[in-house]
C-alpha cells in the first residue's frame, strides 16, 4: 500500500513538503505525531492523528506517539487564545500510561517487526537541558523574523486572545528540537499533524538543516469540522473521550450515529479501515436512501469496535434500539448504567422498594407512590386509548399489580406515555 495515495483518497491530506512521497517510496521510513498528555484518556480528537500513524504502519512504516511531557508543561499556542494550565511530572507519567494502553489497540507496539511502534516523551530529552545550552545551540539557529511569520504567533499577536507569553512564544522551538532529536536518534525523517502545527513542523524540518544538514519532511491533514462549521468531537457533555470512564459506549456509539449525513461522508473515509471499494458501495448505497441511514450506522459500528469491543458495540445497538421500538425485551437485558445513559434527562421519581413488596395497583404507583400523573381518572383514559406501556409492554389494566418482579435491573420501573414520554421510576 501507498502512504500518500492511501490517505489521498480519505481526504487526509492538507499540506505536505516537497520530497515526502519519493522519501516514502525510497525506504522504510520513521514518522511521528505528538499527542497532548493533559488528561489520561485521548478524545476522538486525536483520532484523526492516530489514524495516520496506524496507516503509515500498515503501509509499512515505522510510527513513532510522542508524548509531550516537557511541551505538555508549557502549552502550545496553535489555534489557542489562552495558555493552558500546565502539569507536574507524576501527571504527566500517569498520562502517558493510560495513553500508551488507549494506542496499543490501535498500533502494534509489541511485535518483533522492524516497523514495530515506539512511544517517546519529549520530558526525557528535555530535562536535562539547560537553558543557556538551549539559547545556546538550538536558539541560534532560528531568526525571530522566522519565528513571528508563524501564524500561531500572528495570530496571539493581532489581538486573538491575551497576547503571548515567552513560555509559549518558544514553543516552536521546542518542538522543532523534538524533530531534531528523533532525526538524530531514531533516523525519523517524518512529522505528521493537523494543518494547525504546519508552523511548528516545519520549524523542525528548518533545524535539521541547519544544525544537522539533513532533509526532513512535515505532512499535514486537515482540521476535521462539522459541516456546519462547528468543532468536531464536542457535544453538550463536552469532548467524547475513548476511555469508557468518561464516554461509555453508548455515548460513543450514539455520537456517531448522529452525525449528519454530509459528515458521515467524510468520517467514514478518516476514521475506519474500511477499503475504497467498499467506502464508494456504502456511499452510494446511502445515497439511495439517506432515511435508513446505513452509512452512519456502519461508521459506528467500526469505530465503536475498533475503540471498545464488539461485545460493547451490540450492547450500545441494544440499548438505543430501547426507544426506538425495542420494547420489553431490549428493557430487560439492559443494565442500570445503560437505562439511567439511555433515559438521562427524562423526569424520576423515587420510590420505596418496600412499597411494591406487597404489589400496589399500577394507577396507585403512577398518582399516589410517584406523582406521574394528575389523576386516577386522566391515566384510565389515556390506558383505554392505547397510551400507556409499563416496561415496554402496553398497559391495559389500570388495576393491575405491580412487583419487585417488574423491576429492570431490579431497580427501575419505565412508564411510557404515548410515543416520546418516558418516565423512570427508581426503587430504592
Not at 471499494?277 to 436512501?289: D, G, M, N, P, W
Not at 406501556?389 to 389500570?398: C, F, H, I, M, W
Request: charged share 25%.
Amino acid at each position: 500500500m501507498d502512504f500518500i495515495e492511501e490517505l489521498t483518497w480519505r481526504g487526509m491530506i492538507h499540506d505536505m513538503m516537497p520530497g515526502t512521497a519519493e522519501q516514502l517510496k525510497k525506504e522504510m521510513t520513521t514518522a511521528y505525531v505528538g499527542i497532548d498528555p493533559t488528561a489520561d484518556s485521548l478524545h476522538i480528537g486525536h483520532l484523526v492523528g492516530v489514524m495516520m500513524l496506524k496507516h503509515f504502519q500498515r503501509c509499512g512504516h515505522k510510527p513513532v506517539a510522542l508524548i509531550g511531557g516537557a511541551t505538555g508543561m508549557i502549552g502550545d499556542p496553535s489555534g489557542k487564545s489562552l495558555e493552558r494550565n500546565l502539569l507536574d511530572e507524576e501527571t504527566l507519567r500517569r498520562n502517558q500510561a493510560a495513553i500508551k494502553a488507549q494506542l496499543s489497540k490501535l498500533i502494534d507496539f509489541d511485535s518483533t517487526a522492524p516497523n514495530a511502534a515506539e512511544m517517546v516523551n519529549n520530558y526525557d530529552w528535555m530535562k536535562e537541558q539547560t537553558f543557556l545550552g538551549f539559547i545556546r545551540d538550538i536558539g541560534k539557529l532560528i531568526t525571530v523574523n522566522y519565528m513571528m511569520a508563524k501564524d500561531s504567533v500572528k495570530k496571539r499577536f493581532n489581538g486573538e486572545g491575551e497576547g503571548m507569553s515567552f513560555t509559549e512564544f518558544t514553543y516552536q522551538l521546542v518542538q522543532g528540537f523534538d524533530f531534531l532529536h528523533l532525526y538524530e536518534t531514531k533516523n525519523c525523517k517524518l512529522q505528521l499533524g493537523g494543518s494547525d502545527q504546519w508552523g511548528n513542523i516545519t520549524t523542525g524540518t528548518e533545524l535539521i538543516r541547519r544544525k544537522a544538514g539533513g532533509e526532513a519532511f512535515a505532512l499535514t491533514c486537515p482540521l476535521i469540522k462539522k459541516a456546519d462549521g462547528t468543532k468536531f468531537g464536542k457535544t453538550e457533555s463536552g469532548n467524547v473521550w475513548l476511555d469508557p470512564r468518561y464516554t461509555s459506549p453508548y455515548k460513543f456509539y450514539q455520537f456517531w450515529v448522529n452525525v449528519s449525513d454530509e459528515d458521515a461522508e467524510r468520517y467514514i473515509k478518516i476514521f475506519t479501515m474500511l477499503d475504497k471499494e467498499t467506502v464508494e458501495a456504502l456511499i452510494a448505497e446511502h445515497r439511495e436512501a439517506p432515511h435508513l441511514r446505513k452509512l452512519q450506522k456502519k461508521l459506528a459500528e467500526e469505530v465503536t469496535v475498533m475503540i471498545h469491543s464488539r461485545e460493547d458495540y451490540e450492547r450500545a445497538v441494544a440499548a438505543s434500539s430501547i426507544l426506538f421500538g425495542g420494547g420489553a425485551d431490549a428493557l430487560k437485558a439492559a443494565d442500570e448504567r445503560t437505562i439511567l445513559e439511555v433515559f438521562e434527562g427524562v423526569p424520576q421519581f423515587e420510590i420505596a422498594r418496600a412499597d411494591l413488596e406487597a404489589g400496589v395497583p399500577f394507577s396507585a404507583l403512577c398518582t399516589e407512590k410517584a406523582s406521574l400523573f394528575a389523576s386516577k381518572g386522566e391515566l384510565r383514559r389515556l390506558i383505554q386509548g392505547g397510551g400507556i406501556s409499563l416496561n415496554g409492554t402496553k398497559t391495559a389494566d389500570a388495576e393491575q399489580t405491580v412487583t419487585p418482579a417488574d423491576l429492570i435491573s431490579g431497580k427501575f420501573l419505565l412508564v411510557q406515555k404515548g410515543k416520546k414520554n418516558y418516565f423512570l421510576i427508581i426503587a430504592k
